[in-house]
């Protein structure tokens, strides 16, 4: 197993690096061992960065922000002292807004390092992989029957997402949780769980959807997907920049639904998980797990989890606003590490092909084998 990566990055390497010259005789750039291992070690460094910045600051701290109630004002209460230059002698001098720990990224890496070192990055990770495996394999188990064939595979797949809803449920409860020591598959709900996530679990794997395909439908129906590079090297100069409007207002589009459909329903389903957290388990950021009262325990009749409308009204314009701030800033970080990663992986070509580097890149007639 150690050697398939290395060999296909040398494989794909080298078929890339066969140029012709004089239009016959291919030449062929050998691609060394270390070279290929470098490549690939940068690849898998990089790969895992990524997916740090996309589970930690993409879904675990998000998730803390969502479910974080706002603290009032805190006020200290000052001892009686006798002390003439005491410099407290007004209560409400002593009247501290207290910050959100999920104010900054800072924060809130410091709180996951305090209950649970640097692996707390991680936490969840193993019932995550679980979820996704299950997702997958029971969305393709469902979508191979010819009846269920008229429904696409992503359709299928939202179906497995409300099927799972329970594992995904225990996902945010181990996230948003202190540390307990029973394993991951020992602290799924029970299954009458499901049913109350089961209505927010669809309409976010309903809107997920839509803010995918409704731009590639729009992609589709205004031809950009049709064009290709022979045709818009004929475009006027006109009909190239109507084409680049286009593609500009359905990414803006893309954009638009995610925000008013996709987050929202996002942090509908994850209030609701968190509203079904037991009562013997501490939550990690301060939490009211009545919502303003709006919870009603069913030990006195009620359902004891949030409602849906209760879950968004509930999350107040100040975590909305920091809750896109934090996306924004993941997506910063995901777009400057690819920035990085394609600077080191040229600069790391560069460094094992030497002057070869001038073979892989095709010039106008014999241009490039000038000179060598």
């Known amino acids: ?49 990524l997916f740090m910045i996309e589970y930690t600051f993409g879904r675990i701290l998000p998730t803390l922000l969502m479910i974080e109630s706002p603290q009032e004002a805190i006020l200290f209460e000052p001892l009686p002292t006798e002390d003439p230059d005491s410099t407290i002698k007004d209560p ?49 188990f469902l979508s191979v029957f010819p009846l269920l064939r008229i429904f696409p595979r992503p359709f299928w797949n939202g179906v497995a997402t409300v099927l799972c809803a329970t594992l995904s449920l225990a996902w945010t409860h181990i996230v948003i949780s202190e540390p307990n020591p029973k394993t991951w598959f020992r602290r799924l709900p029970a299954l009458r769980m499901w049913k109350k996530v089961a209505a927010p679990t669809a309409v976010l794997a309903i809107a997920e959807q839509l803010s995918v395909y409704l731009p590639i439908y729009l992609s589709i129906v205004t031809g950009i997907t049709d064009q290709k590079p022979e045709d818009v090297a004929n475009m006027t100069g006109g009909q190239r920049t109507a084409m680049a409007f286009q593609g500009i207002g359905i990414f803006i589009f893309g954009l638009v639904l995610a925000f008013l459909i996709v987050i929202p329903a996002n942090v509908t389903l994850t209030r609701v998980q968190a509203s079904l957290l037991s009562d013997a388990e501490e939550t990690i950021v301060p939490f009211d ?84």
């Open 92 to 140: 409400e001098q002593a009247q501290v807004k207290a910050k959100p720990i999920t104010a900054s990224f800072r924060s809130t890496i410091r709180l996951l390092q305090s209950v649970g070192g640097f692996r707390a990055r991680f936490r969840g990770l193993a019932i995550y992989i679980a979820t996704a495996f299950a997702v997958n394999s029971v969305g393709g």
């Open 289 to 372: 797990r009545s919502f303003g009262g709006k919870v009603i325990p069913e030990i006195v009749g009620g359902t004891g989890v949030i409602g849906m409308l209760d879950a968004w009204k509930t999350f107040d314009w100040a975590s909305r606003i920091r809750l896109i701030k934090t996306y924004a800033k993941v997506f910063a970080m995901q777009f400057a590490v690819t920035i990085l990663f394609a600077l080191v992986l040229v600069a790391q070509i560069f460094m094992i092909v030497g002057r070869d580097w001038s073979k892989l890149i095709p010039e106008d007639g014999d241009k490039g084998d000038k000179g060598l």
């Open 1 to 49: 197993m150690s050697n398939v990566i290395p060999t296909l990055v040398r494989r794909g390497f080298e078929a890339h690096a066969s140029m012709t010259k004089d239009g016959d005789s291919p030449r062929q750039i050998e691609l060394p061992t270390w070279g290929a291992l470098m490549l690939a070690a940068t690849a898998f460094f990089f790969a895992g960065v």
